[in-house]
């Protein structure tokens, strides 16, 4: 259904009620809801939480309807040294985590590999690794970056 401009003397009290009025009134409702051309824009406000229900839920969105532009994300740097013939513990420290670029400078081999976390307790949603040096003689620093949706 399209929009219909309804003009200000269509609706004044001395008006007839014809109808093409009528039919306005009653299409102009689904024609916002939809988006038509021309019908006024559904407000972001109108969308917020009220009455303890939500007016916009998981269930209906769109599949494709939140895509990577439309997440809020940051990014961190976090970097150190691990030293010889250990393994360093690394909490990323922010909730959701997109998988981290880990690069580390040590040149002779073995080098710094990913390890378990030798801690109990993480979560899913503050994920935390082990970076461990297995090159019993040098030091390795270690650059991560990662990025993760903010909430």
């Known amino acids: ?12 009290p001395e008006s007839p009620v ?3 009025v009528m039919m306005a009134l009653r ?16 407000q972001t406000g109108a ?5 303890g229900s939500e007016a916009v839920t998981q269930g209906t969105m769109r599949a494709s309807a939140v895509g990577r532009l439309e997440l809020k994300t940051a990014s961190v740097s976090l970097s ?16 959701y985590p997109f998988f981290p670029m880990v690069h580390c400078t ?4 073995p080098k710094v590999i990913m390890a378990t976390h030798s801690t109990d307790g993480a979560s899913p949603d503050l994920p935390r690794f082990g970076l461990q ?6 030091s390795g620093a270690y650059d991560i970056d990662f990025r993760y949706i903010q909430v």
């Open 1 to 12: 259904m399209a929009w219909t401009d309804l003009p200000n003397s269509d609706l004044d």
């Open 18 to 20: 014809i109808t093409s």
């Open 27 to 42: 299409d102009n409702p689904p024609a916002i809801a939809n988006g038509d051309s021309g019908a006024p824009k559904i």
């Open 47 to 51: 969308l917020n939480q009220t009455n």
């Open 80 to 95: 150190g040294t691990v030293n010889p013939n250990s393994t360093l513990n690394i909490s990323l420290g922010q909730p």
């Open 106 to 109: 040590i040149t002779s081999t």
């Open 133 to 138: 040096n297995t090159q019993g003689l040098n």
